[in-house]
C-alpha cells in the first residue's frame, strides 16, 4: 500500500468519516489507520475478504467524490500554507498571529 494513498485516505477520513456508515467507518480506519489486512477485518466482522475488499473501495470512491465536491480537504491544505506563508513574512505581528491563532483553532489545525 503506497504511503501517499494511506495518507490521503486518512486524511479525508478526518473531514467526511461522520457522512459514512458506521461499516464504512470501521472498515477504512482498520485498514489505513490500524494498518489491519483484508483478512483481520474479515475475521474481525465475520464476513468475506472480498465484501470488505468491496466495502473499502467503494468507500475510498465516496470519500474521494466527497472531496470533490465539498473541498474541505484541499482547503485546509491551502489554508495551511498561507498561514505559514504569513507567520514566516511577518514573524513580529502580533496581530496576524493571533487571527491565524484564532483561524487554526477552528480548523482544529493545531
Do not use: C, G, W
Amino acid at each position: 500500500m503506497e504511503i501517499e494513498k494511506t495518507n490521503r485516505m486518512n486524511a479525508l477520513f478526518e473531514f467526511y468519516a461522520a457522512l459514512l456508515t458506521d461499516k464504512q467507518m470501521n472498515y477504512i480506519e482498520l485498514y489505513y489507520a490500524d494498518d489491519y489486512s483484508l483478512a483481520e477485518i474479515a475475521e474481525e466482522f465475520s464476513v468475506s475478504r472480498q465484501a470488505v475488499y468491496d466495502n473499502i473501495k467503494r468507500t475510498e470512491k465516496i470519500l474521494e467524490d466527497y472531496e470533490r465536491k465539498l473541498h474541505m480537504y484541499s482547503d485546509y491544505i491551502v489554508r495551511s500554507q498561507i498561514f505559514d506563508e504569513l507567520l514566516t513574512k511577518y514573524p513580529e505581528d502580533i496581530f496576524i498571529q493571533e487571527k491565524i491563532t484564532l483561524l487554526s483553532s477552528i480548523d482544529n489545525r493545531d
